[in-house]
């Protein structure tokens, strides 16, 4: 469903097009001080426009608190932020409907929700509602204080030169693809709990709720399946935890264990490409060609740093509730 | 936690050394038949001492029901089935626990839970417990009835020629990973929920719950993020739904497409290498060489693939039960 | 939490003199035909104002739908529901903020949260909070369709007269309790789950989240304590289930038996009496007289009925869900 | 289903005549001693066949624990505990199939399941399974430590004698219900979460998965309903939350308010009375006369107030971890 998380509770609503995207977080500790500048950075980090192959859609994106926040800080009770969406010209939408774009999810929503689903722009699925995401990671962020949450684009189109990789979409008038990484510092030993409920675990099923994303690797990763077990294994240095490697990126036995938590993910290319596709016309019933209008990102990967991030903090921080090594009442 | 699922839920308990590892089903229709002779295939394919490379410990592994059965047909009330520790030899363990294994859960756990753990064999994060969840999966299989889960070994260190991959950790006397791809055949389109509990989040969580497993990706995965959209796109070629390709891996926008399912997982190392390695002594407080005693398997992956096939079912069988795809009594 | 059920999951939010409050529901079938106009009718059997011993506090308290619906039919989607605030007087409870008031939740609500929570009207724990499960159980009503979910007043303060009862708490400018009844007709057998998801498990959770409720009961509830088992037993008469009496109110072993639901609720007088009471200031640390300013209702339990069926629908619309007894999508 | 709880997680299985009856603690905390001893005497309050009124079923009820201890301690993992079923009749139960039992669950299981449930002596539906709520109330109480659940039977038919009122069914050769009552003292203010979490929602869910219990009230409960305002308010006496009387039962908002928690439940007449009764014969398909065969305990309520106590307990531990005040490795 819509929600994620055992105390710091988060449940996501909205659509692209509709009248707004917002979040409630439950359970976040009272005592936090909010206010809207605290989220100006990572909103402005994930929005389009900014950059060469990024979406020219601009929302003002400023995030309206509708409970949970008394005199400037949390109170306790569920926050409710909203995101209106003002910028929408749905109208662009409306003309491609013959065709379900290839790679989004508007052929299984219709089948589905039997032709109810709000399909402008992807209503419910679109990228849109990561914004949502990005204020739950600034209120994750904050209660994580000294834990830094850090990610980073490697590469572009297989390109560690991210401008080299963008030109390359640019150049053939395409979307592509890009890989983030994650790295996290100053996490405390002994999060993550038993099988189920292993960081990795929750880490992923976190990551896989952002639209796009194809793949996820701790540590080392995929390399690991052709390493021999001595070199793999990070040797332990002292009774701290720390070890002289990292390929298990900080987890071991789904648990922290007190080095630095790595781990990478694959974003794939903005099914929205302007190039010309062939697939199903819905109301002639056979393949033909269609380009896909609308503003639209050549690169999504760009705007998933911050949106990976506050993933991230978000299951943190539910972990460190989980492990009362965050409080319920933050004292000041 | 230690457990897993919504209307198909599943609870695991146990140890490597203790009494017993077991499971608990609550949720399961009515009316599936069901015998010890169901579960003989899998809990064979993932036993150790048949192949070269996995460990000679050898337990009977039959599956006792203590609940949730009556007349040879599941009652609708919780399934518990357990599954005896007879063949321990927990000595083995005693020697060594100077040393926290590296890349084992001894450090970590010591750390969270204490000093309280049981160490023996790594206790509640032994690999012993993956018998439980291929239980689970022999269940959930009947439920999917004609969907296929068919999990196979791609690689093992490297090598897609798994004999030789073998024999180079034989030769080297080390440990290695692999990789195990999961396909799912005969799904309906429209399994999976909105968001945090897209296809690939529910997979994803579950799968991180097998020790060993240090990446995951969908379709074609990680190599989408060096690609272009077009290329990367599955046309849709008519009203089932079925693409040209598969690239998205049976997924889009978190819901099944009536495409085959397919992802691949990486396997580390056994990180129980017979080789010497340099770590923390725990008593002496200093970094010492020493060797990891008792049975374990050469390489791990090899074990894997029916435990991946049964997460996969458990997590796809519950989303036929959120999605009134399986009913609540099993006609006969 | 401030979330309820498995499949039919709602969240709630908001404070009495904050922004909002709201209500999601994820969910909820895809289908349902939903507008304004369903709502009004609840929400006006709600509102204080329009008889005596009802606040004469008036919100307009129209439902602004913020997501989940498209063309006047839900998708599938999170439904989010606002009723904004624009009638309030904090004032009134500004002055009052000395005496943490008796039978309110001012004391534990200022230690659990360290200070920290909306106090002014109650806040989160505020009754007006309930307007939001109105809106959720006019959804549940409506998916419900041919099941009829009703509750009236038995008593006020003693009186089976409700006219008398109230006037006794006129007369004496004091706040007086009741006890209010709810009964569902056209339920399925077999709705209820194995043990600790019982019917009566289930609405009691439900219903003690209702401000002021003190007490439950089911069938012929206390008094079953006093009668022999011979008395008490439901005869079946056929292989419909339908029973001679029914002491039971329709629940056995936890589980519906086709006959009528039956369950009362005692309901205290309102904590915010007129008179003068002695208690805690909070400034002097000495116990003092006052009286609680602001306008409130002098009979909480006029207000309950529309609300208690709402918790109550809410309930059943997840059990029928679970049960496979709602399809996902309605059809039209 | 059959789990209850957000850290201090339970899960029941099991049936009154089949293998065992059992159940798993997730999440309780590493480092609490626990042995076999522990056990015995709240078993054997729970037993029949040490007073009039209970069954002679005597069953030996030591507990098996199967996971989650090592060396006298709790480790952290889940502790599964089992009871063998050694002293079953179902030859009993066999006889009176004809007869779905008015009061028991055996017609609604019948339909709901399909006619695939354990039908022998209640199966899951029986009251064989409180011993396992009974062995979770002992290890709950033991994290509770200093605060002390206690319960007292109030009435036996109505009478507050209990001698007289068991005598009374003796005489009658009926069975007969009664009043429990539960006080808990010790307990830190501020316990309970928001809501759908208020102490009474989560204390009433737990006590109606108790078989036979129709009713809960709390504090001065349904009296209540007829009392004035000022009457009914408990003025608060100092800044530790004392209040002059207690009519609210220790709970204000859904919050513990640092005084006694006091509540009382309705237990209904055993449904097995072995008297004639008249219900539908499934055979023949008419209401015909029958006895009820089988061991049963005259007053089920007799037997009642451990298993209130230890669902009470549960209930209140889940709490305390969730507000931190239970660290979650206990320190020797």
Redesign the interface.
Known sequence: ????G??F?V?????SH?????I?I??CP??LPLSVDDFLTDIERRKGGTQKGTTPRQETDLPI??????NG????????I?FENNNTRSGDYQKQRDF?R????D???H????G???YRG????SGR?TVCLVAVGVIAKKLLSNIEVKSTIL?I??EADLEKGLQK?ID?K??????VECRVNGLP??LG??????V???I??????I?A???????????????????????????S?I?ATN???GI??????GNELVFRI????????P??????N?TT?T?ESFSVKGRHDLCI?LRVPVVLEAVTAMVLADLML???KI???I?Q
Chains 1, 2, 3, 4 share one sequence.
């Open positions: 469903m819509n929600s994620f055992r105390i509770k449940s996501i609503f909205g659509e509709g009248e707004s995207a917002g409630t439950d359970g009272a005592g608190f509708k409970s949970g926040l008394f800080f949390t109170t306790g009770a569920p926050i409710t909203l379900p290839p790679g989004h999810a052929f299984v929503a089948q589905k929700y039997g109810f689903e709000d992807g209503g419910h699925f509602l590469s189109g297989g979409a053939q395409d979307s592509v693809g890009g890989i030993l002994g709990e038993h099988f189920f409920d292993s990795e675990s929750l992923s099923h976190a990551v896989f709720a639209p994303i194809k793949g996820i690797e701790f540590g080392i990763g995929f390399a690991a399946a052709n390493m021999f077990g001595v070199d793999h294994n990070d040797a332990i240095l002292d009774a935890g070890t390929h298990a990126g071991v036995g789904g648990i922290t264990n694959a974003v794939k290319p903005t099914s929205s490409t190039k010309t596709q062939s697939s199903l819905w019933g393949v990967a989980i492990d009362q409080p319920r009442v004292a």
